[in-house]
């Protein structure tokens, strides 16, 4: 009887700690799957989907860049002028490189952030927006990925722009864009390895 009682007593121990571990693992929220860059045989980037529900870092209005942003800003040029309007530009990282930056400082190998521009517009189709601007149609998807093992190599990080459907979704993968055109000035000007950390306060800005 002793030894039917232990028995009893061991195995509703075991299914105890069973039903514990199967609730541990129920309330764990589900991981989601690593973000990285994919590209196909020709060496193309392929664009990322979900990404807007990356984290989000930061966002601008028209921005234009100086030709030479070594010289002195001209005296009594406004740096902007909110009259012009412009491009909205919205800006994303995946999760994995955010809270890696985050803890460390560094942007991690892979990296991508992607660049979301959208036609600024100031009248809304019901008619109720009596003044500002807001994002109309998507004109434009660009991406920057740090990735040491991209095809080609070369600089740690490269530039895609894919070209927009009829519904203003990404048509085709991107190839990289020359090194010359866009890494040489991030490298110089943006504050954090590549990146525009400057304009982004997710990134920039203590939480």
Known sequence: MRTIRRSCIATAMVSAAAVIALGALRAEPPSSAATKPSYNANGELVAPEGFRSWVFVGADLGPSYRSNPDEPAKQGKPAHDATIGGNFHNVYINPESYRAYRETGEFPDPTMLVLEVFRGETRDAKGVLERGWFEGKRVGVEVAVKDKNRPGGGVPWAYYD???????????????????????????HASVDNVWVQFYPTLRDPE
Do not use: E, M, N, W
Request: glycine share 0%.
């Open 162 to 188: 894919f070209r927009l459907d009829d519904k203003s979704k990404p048509s085709t993968p991107a190839q990289a864009k020359p090194d010359a055109s866009c890494y040489q000035c991030h490298l110089k």
